[in-house]
């Protein structure tokens, strides 16, 4: 089954509002020469509404980094999927690992953002990956499904459609380090075959699974080209408008 290939662009704590929407301009640049990759950025909160504008007219979406799982009321520092809706956002990053490990958030928060996200129409990148440790104690399988099942708990199958998966291996984000393609292919593989088991073949098979954890200009065809890998969450590299350009173009082959 062919599945468009997708590309996110997590600039994490990054960039200021002149050089966000310069980015921003150049990567919807990029992304109008590969028309069949789908392209999401995922700028700072205080910069949506300036990437918003800056997006404009292009094929490029606009995400958030986080969101609440709250709708409204006394939530000090929170942020609604209504208020990002309200800024143009029509994806959400939920169980990054920098919000799993470092800010602590639980499997249950995660799904409860997931879940929240998704019934207020906005599509969602879940991100699961096991930390070295436990690649190293041969957990990998396991703290995906683990993962996987919790952040899915309760999303119907009629969801599916805006929900994509980002397989990101916790020792290789920014850290240089890189699962070789075919360890990143072990590992979507088997996270396809859990979501199989969730919802079905013919559902597991439409699915999106990218890959994210040290993906560069030098190393993305190879790992796009994996039969399971359907492109790329994108971190530091997609700071640099080159180097995310050519990450996008090799999810177009």
């Not at 990148?125 to 996987?148: M, S």
């Not at 070789?180 to 292919?185: F, G, L, R, W």
């Amino acid at each position: 089954m062919t599945r468009q290939p997708i590309v996110g662009g997590n600039w994490k704590m990054n960039t200021t509002r002149a050089s966000g929407a310069e980015l921003a301009r150049a990567v919807a640049q990029f992304a109008s020469g590969s028309p069949g990759c789908q392209v999401v950025v995922f700028p700072p909160f205080p910069y949506l509404l300036t990437i918003a504008d800056a997006l404009k007219g292009s094929k490029v979406m606009l995400g958030a980094q986080d969101v609440s799982d709250r709708a409204d009321g006394a939530f000090t520092g929170e942020v609604s999927c209504a208020m990002l809706k309200d800024c143009g956002v029509s994806w959400a990053l939920t169980g990054h690992s920098e919000r799993r490990h470092v800010i602590g958030e639980t499997d249950a928060l995660v799904n409860a953002k997931t879940r929240a996200a998704l019934g207020a129409g906005l599509s969602v990148i879940l991100c699961i990956g096991e930390k070295l440790d436990q690649r190293e104690g041969g957990q990998t399988d396991f703290v995906n499904e683990t993962q996987l099942r919790a952040g899915l708990a309760g999303v119907e199958p009629a969801s599916l459609a805006n929900v994509v998966i980002a397989y990101e291996p916790v020792w290789a984000i920014g850290t240089g380090k890189t699962a070789s393609p075919a360890d990143a292919q072990g590992a979507h593989a088997h996270i396809r075959k859990v979501l199989g088991s969730m919802y079905g073949s013919d559902h597991a098979a439409k699915m999106r699974i990218q890959y994210g954890g040290s993906v560069n200009a030098a190393n993305a065809k190879e790992l796009f080209g994996q039969p399971d890998i359907d492109g790329g969450l994108i971190g530091g590299a997609s700071l640099k408008p080159a180097d995310f350009g050519q990450i996008i173009g090799a999810a177009s082959v």
